[in-house]
Every structure is written in structure tokens, then in C-alpha cells.
């Protein structure tokens, strides 16, 4: 690893963001990429340990896995990679 850089543990596969998540982080000055990298390297920020454990073992047996992060006080996003890595979503927790 160069730069004390850390591997991607999955591969993310098309990746697509619902228009009302691209819109609300547009509109909070921030770009999705930042959380889909930390999404494929393992960090699901606001889970809880079912969850976060519920992605240990998607890892191991090609589950689904999820994320979610806090985007400032009032706007959270999840990020959703399908269980066959086909694809990866971000989008507001009110379009699921």
C-alpha cells in the first residue's frame, strides 16, 4: 500500500445516486464520493452492531451491504452495494 493507503474491500460496480440525494448533498456542499470511499473501505459510520456485524458477514458470504453516514445536523445518506457487487446506491433514507 502506498501513503499508508487502505485497500478497498469490495468492489463498488455501477455506482448511481437517487436525484433527491444528489440534490441534498449538492445542496449541503458535499460530494458523494466521499462517502462511497469510505463505504468500500469498511467504514459504515452510524450503524449499530447488528448492523455493522450484518456487514462483517456479507463480506465473507456476498450479502448486501449498507451504510449510513450523518451529513451535518438534518441530512443522513445510506449507501447500499448489492449483494452480487453489481451495483452501489446512495440516496436519502426516505427513498428506500
Not at 460496480?13 to 448533498?25: F, H, I, K, Y
Not at 449510513?68 to 438534518?74: I, L, Q
Request: aromatic share 8%.
Amino acid at each position: 500500500m502506498l501513503g499508508g493507503a487502505v485497500a478497498r474491500l469490495f468492489p463498488l460496480g455501477d455506482v448511481v445516486g437517487t436525484p433527491g440525494a444528489l440534490r441534498a448533498l449538492a445542496a449541503a456542499g458535499t460530494s458523494p464520493w466521499a462517502f462511497l470511499v469510505r463505504h468500500m473501505h469498511g467504514d459504515w459510520e452510524d450503524l449499530d452492531e447488528h448492523d455493522c456485524s450484518e456487514n462483517t458477514l456479507a463480506l465473507v458470504r456476498g450479502g448486501r451491504l449498507f451504510s449510513a453516514y450523518n451529513v451535518g445536523e438534518h441530512l443522513r445518506v445510506w449507501v447500499i452495494t448489492e449483494a452480487d457487487r453489481s451495483a452501489t446506491t446512495i440516496l436519502l433514507p426516505e427513498e428506500y
